[in-house]
């Protein structure tokens, strides 16, 4: 395609931007002078990179109220350190209170991994999520419909990822140190934009380690 052609469609977005520019200070004048001082979030959202799931608006959270991080299925791996920096930033600097783990149902990501699927360098990314499969291969085989494994798949994710953060010394550190965190983990249907608690919740290392439990054994 010819740059120019290119080049109108980087241009469409500065003209949107204007145009909601215009909106946002004519609804409040003092929007952007206000959010310059503004951060001071309450949450850190580990969601994943889809395009179809916004964070802040999901959960109707204005800029300045929630930190974010995001990749391909909401993993966070304990080799990532700009999973690990999101983290530690959040929790030292932002003293964040929750931290709260996002997947979604239908996850591409997932799915690649379920199905064995090639991509390219993203299948060292997706080995991750296999490891997820593999090791709760035990209840997923003995579901039969393959989109109900897959959203289970996606459940199972989260579970996994709000363990892993538990885990880090980042957040153990804190947790020793008696500051107050909570880890949520959650899932998002695009079927009707509902954001449902998987009841994940943990805020210490005891409690860590009976919920898993306690989850895998329902």
Known sequence: MPANNKKQDLER??????????????????????LVDQQN???LWIGCSDSRVPANQIVGLKPGEVFVHRNIANMVVHTDFNALSVIQFA???LKVKNIIVVGHYGCSGIEAAMNNA???IADNWIRHIKDVHDKHNRE???IQ???ARLDRLCELNVLEQVVNIGQTNIV?????MGQDIAIHGCIYSLRDGVLRDLDTTVTDTN???QRYQQLLSK
């Not at 977005?13 to 206000?34: A, H």
């Not at 153990?172 to 020793?176: E, F, G, I, L």
Request: overall charge negative; cysteine-free; proline content about 4%.
């Open 207 to 209: 409690e860590l380690n």
């Open 140 to 142: 997923l085989k003995h």
């Open 172 to 176: 153990q550190d804190a947790w020793s």
């Open 145 to 147: 419909d393959d989109h």
């Open 13 to 34: 977005l500065f003209k949107q931007n204007r145009t909601w520019i215009k909106k946002v200070t004519e609804e409040d004048p003092d929007y952007f002078s206000r």
């Open 41 to 43: 979030p309450e949450y």
């Open 91 to 93: 929790i030292d600097r």
């Open 118 to 120: 090639r991509i390219g």
